[in-house]
């Protein structure tokens, strides 16, 4: 007489985990499955399943994207034509073209993929949008940051091509912002500007 058998294991996947049976299950949970054993009889697998997924959202500005997942690995997209956008591995993304873009995350442990996020302002000032426009640009000394109109509440936040916050300061009650760029080193930066929970993102280059 054949005897069945029994096993217990505990496994993490990405999104979805497909089982010795070929179920497929995208929830965290304990599960039940069935195959044959080497005898023929029932081998019933308990599968304490847990399922990991990756943040990705995106914020999305006039000619921006931000994934909003912090601390992780990124590649953005080009929809379109179908490629990777060689040297966009930061958080942000401001757009040089008009297009679809997408963002590859990883978080260490799973990677995916965000939907495709439309831009159509590339070659317009950003005022015509939201009224925010950053001036001069290229900067070496001071650069302005204008509004368009009185915020009650602004946070700029600067950060250099690896991510890295070189800046962070709140406004109250402001239409024109003077950032000093002599502190910083020559190259591009991100100038992250939250309005009344908007986000945009302008690209700065100091020179």
Sequence with gaps: INQPSTNTFSVTACNEYVSPSGKIWNTT???VDT?????GCDSVINIDLT??????SVTQGTNSLIANLT???YQWFDCDAN???NGETNQYFVASYNGSFAVIVDNGNCEDTSACYQI????FSASNYNN???????????????LGKITESVNIEINDISGKTMLIKD??????????TSILNKGIYFVKIITNNNINVLRLIVE
């Design 51 to 56: 399922i990991e997924t990756v943040d990705l």
């Design 29 to 31: 949970n304990t599960y």
């Design 35 to 39: 195959i044959p054993n080497s005898t």
């Design 171 to 180: 406004f109250y009650n402001i239409e024109k912002i003077k950032i000093n």
């Design 132 to 146: 925010i426009s950053l001036f001069p640009n290229p900067s070496n000394n001071i650069t302005n940051i204008s």
């Design 120 to 123: 159509t302002s590339v070659g």
């Design 83 to 85: 490629i990777p956008i």
């Design 71 to 73: 601390g992780a690995s």
